[in-house]
């Protein structure tokens, strides 16, 4: 059992990172975050039953442990983080994608928790049927939320855009 979680785990850890970056910007609160949601996710393996895949029953631990997670990470008085560009090397990246997918994360990081995990899966291009799985609503649900999470994030970029102009 423990070889089977752990195997699950590092296969499919990038979904957790996601998740971890769409719910909390700082790095250090990402950390203690990944490390609740692995923690839940051991703690609750045993009733994993197989009846979904493992990836969307891992999405739907992770998710449920970011957004009551995520609450808890807003009440503790935020420390002043050391400047990531300072401390990061070059990675050779092309700097407009870079500035693009920052804008992007800071618009995600306005929605309310729930669209916020939308998108998130939208973005990792799971369908509707998996999303509504997931998320426990209906595939018209996710439908329409995705339309007004669409549209209002088009809006908070452009106003960006148009400061950067």
């Not at 990038?14 to 990402?30: G, T």
């Not at 990675?91 to 500035?99: N, P, R, W």
């Not at 800071?106 to 509707?128: F, G, R, V």
């Not at 998996?130 to 452009?158: C, D, F, H, Q």
Request: net charge neutral.
């Amino acid at each position: 059992m423990k070889d089977e979680f752990s195997k699950q785990i590092s296969e499919h850890q990038d979904i957790l990172h996601k998740v971890c970056r769409v719910y909390c910007p700082n790095p250090s609160e990402r950390e203690d975050l990944f490390q609740e949601i692995l923690y839940q996710l051991w703690k609750s393996y045993d009733s994993f039953r197989g009846d979904a895949k493992f990836t969307t029953w891992m999405y739907r631990v992770a998710l449920n442990t970011a957004i009551t997670g995520f609450k808890k990470f807003q009440k503790i008085p935020k420390s002043k983080d050391i400047n990531e560009r300072i401390m990061q090397m070059p990675d050779g990246k092309d700097e407009v994608t870079e500035d693009r997918l920052k804008a992007l994360y800071e618009a995600i990081a306005t929605l309310n928790d729930i669209d916020k995990a939308l998108i998130m899966l939208h973005l990792e291009d799971h369908s509707y049927h998996e999303i509504a799985n997931m998320m426990g609503i209906t595939e018209t649900n996710v439908g329409v939320k995705l339309n007004r999470i669409k549209k209002k994030l088009k809006e908070i970029l452009s106003k960006k855009e148009a400061l950067w102009n």
